[in-house]
DNA sequence: ATAACACATAGATTGCTGTCAATGAAAATT
DNA sequence: AATTTTCATTGACAGCAATCTATGTGTTAT
C-alpha cells in the first residue's frame, strides 16, 4: 500500500464519527438504520460517511432487501495497519 | 488513547505531504530547510504542516541556533499505532 | 553594524468537508 | 394499489484547510 492510499484512509479516519463506525464495524456488519442509533446525526449524513468510508476502500457494502449492511474490507484494514506499524521511531 | 485523539492524529496524517513528513522522520531528527527539499511547496507552507503535525502530538520541535530540529514523538507514535493495530475484522 | 540565513506569522484566496432539509427509489407490508 | 420502511441523492451552506506572497524575528557571519 503506497502513500496516497494512506493518506486517503486517514482523511476518511479523520472524522470522529467515522473513526467509531470502523470501530463498531470491528464486531462484525451491521445496516445502517442500526448503525445511525450510535450517532447524533441525521441519515444522510450517515449515509455520506458510509460512502467515504468506502470510497477509500475500508468498508464493503451489501444490499439484501430494503436494508444495507457494511462491513470492513478485512484486506484494506490489514494492509493499513501493516503501514502504519512500520512508523516507527529510528527507523 | 482516545477516539478524537486519534481522529485528530489521522486528519494530520490524510495529508500527502504530513504523510511523507513523518515517513522521513522516522530516520530521525531533521530540520526546515532539509525536509523543504523533498517537497515541492514554499517554506511557509511547510512551517504549517509542521506546526499541525506538532499540534496533535506527533512531532516534537528543537531549537539549536538558527534551525529547528523536527523528530517523532515516540511516546504518541506508538500509542497511535497500538490504536490502529486494535482495529481488526471480527473482534 | 550590516547582511545573510532559517524559520515563524499574517492575511488572502481557493477549494474541500460536514451537515442538513428535501426528495427520489426500491423493497416490503397492508 | 397504496403505504411504509430503508437507504441514496441532490442542493445548499457554513466552516475549515492547503497554499501562496509578503513580512517579521532571531541568529550567525562579515
Redesign the interface.
Known amino acids: 500500500m503506497n502513500?496516497?492510499d494512506?493518506?486517503?484512509i486517514?482523511?476518511?479516519?479523520?472524522?470522529?464519527n467515522r473513526?467509531?463506525i470502523?470501530?463498531l464495524l470491528?464486531?462484525?456488519e451491521q445496516c445502517t438504520c442500526v448503525l445511525l442509533e450510535h450517532f447524533s446525526i441525521t441519515q444522510p449524513t450517515l449515509t455520506h460517511h458510509m460512502r467515504v468510508l468506502t470510497e477509500c476502500g475500508l468498508l464493503k457494502s451489501r444490499k439484501e432487501g430494503r436494508n444495507t449492511y457494511y462491513s470492513?474490507n478485512?484486506e484494506t484494514?490489514s494492509d493499513?495497519?501493516e503501514f502504519?506499524?512500520?512508523?516507527?521511531?529510528?527507523?
Open positions: 502513500a496516497p494512506v493518506a486517503l486517514c482523511r476518511a479516519l479523520g472524522d470522529t473513526l467509531q470502523v470501530e470491528t464486531h462484525g470492513l478485512c484494514m493499513f495497519r502504519i506499524a512500520g512508523l516507527v521511531c529510528g527507523k
